[in-house]
């Protein structure tokens, strides 16, 4: 079959590689139907150092259920089905805490020896706890906004609910990625009425309005900051939700947050190293957030999509063939797509 490898910064090719079969009675094998990718995935493309070998991408998918173990219950050959971005039993105490990410028996794609989304096939370990099914034919219009599932809307729903926004709270969004933009979609949902975003491109920052964004800051740094806080009589926001990962955006998030407040990050961090003294001691600020449990939000989310409530799905603005996913990645990097949808 034919899948997508990265072999160093800048350098991702697809490939043909063995047909992924069957390996433990609990696999599945999914035909993907279609895959995406992620804002995450740029990070290697920036600075993954070059191999040889190189390594499957991709941890977005939806798609066909082709083959089942024998010990698999919960789905068949035939069935729609979407998968979050690690896979895990769903059974143990962690994934029973609503941690999946932190399952005991699981792990992520395109690691120990699973591969990635990002082709035309998966094998997907601990299918029962993995793969949820989906309610819809594999020509449904509502596909790409439940392809979100698999990730950003769940990562966006995750910084909220980290930070705990609800009614009561103001929000403050910082990256206007499709992240960002579900996390303005999801503090909407949960009832956050402002919700200022912090993007610079309008494009975004315009669909950022149309989920839910009640102010746009296009600023960084000091400027933005500054905006922010004339928004909020000063105080900055209870909630921060940092959808980035680089240090520019966590100074960002000390900066607008309100004392007593709490900053989610759901952005990969590319930093170690980062103030956590006076400046979130002093005014009792929380820090949080980490890589999204998807899997436990799957079933809380997916109606809102099926009743047309919530069309996460805008923010694929280009969807290219499997043997364009090279094309993808450099549109996405030089902010030409704001996510690529890829369908094999
Ligand atoms: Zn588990």
Request: net charge negative; hydrophobic share 40%; proline share 6%.
């Amino acid at each position: 079959m034919r899948a997508t490898f990265m072999y160093g910064a800048g350098d991702v090719r697809v490939i043909d590689v063995p047909d992924p079969t069957l390996q433990q009675p609990t696999d599945a094998l999914v035909r993907v139907v279609q895959t995406c990718i992620c804002g995450s995935d740029l990070h290697p493309y920036h600075g993954m150092p070059a191999t040889a070998k190189g390594t499957s991408m991709g941890h977005e998918f939806l798609g066909i259920v082709e083959e089942a173990g024998s010990d698999v219950s919960t789905v068949k050959a035939g069935d729609v089905v979407v998968a979050p971005f690690a896979w895990q039993d769903n059974t143990c105490d962690y994934c029973r805490e609503g941690l999946q990410t932190s399952c005991r028996n699981g792990g992520f794609w395109n690691s120990s020896g699973v591969g990635g989304g990002q082709a035309e096939a998966v094998r997907v370990p601990l299918a029962d706890g993995t793969l949820v099914k989906l309610p819809v034919a594999a020509d449904s219009a509502l596909l790409a906004s439940l392809l979100t599932l698999s990730d950003v809307l769940g990562t966006g729903h995750h910084a909220a609910l980290r930070a705990g926004v609800d009614p009561r709270t103001t929000v403050t969004v910082i990256g206007d990625g499709a992240v960002g933009l579900l996390a303005v979609l999801s503090a909407k949902r949960l009832g956050a009425e402002q919700i200022i975003l912090m993007g610079r491109h309008k494009d975004r920052t315009d669909l950022g309005r149309e989920f839910g964004a009640t102010d746009v800051v296009a600023e960084r740094g000091p400027e933005g900051i500054a905006k922010v806080r004339e928004l909020t009589r000063g105080d900055g926001t209870h909630a921060v939700l940092e959808c980035v990962g680089h240090l520019p955006a966590y100074g960002q998030a000390l900066g607008v947050v309100r004392p007593g407040g709490t900053i989610s990050r759901v952005g990969v961090p590319q930093y170690d190293d980062a103030h956590i003294g006076w400046n979130l001691f002093g005014p009792n600020i929380t820090l949080t957030g980490g890589p999204a449990p998807v899997r436990n939000y799957i079933e809380e989310l997916m109606p809102d999509i099926l009743d047309g409530k919530i069309e996460p799905g805008r923010v694929f603005d280009r969807t290219i063939s499997l043997e364009d996913t090279p094309d993808g990645y450099r549109a996405m990097d030089q902010r030409e797509a704001l996510k690529v949808l890829v369908q094999p």
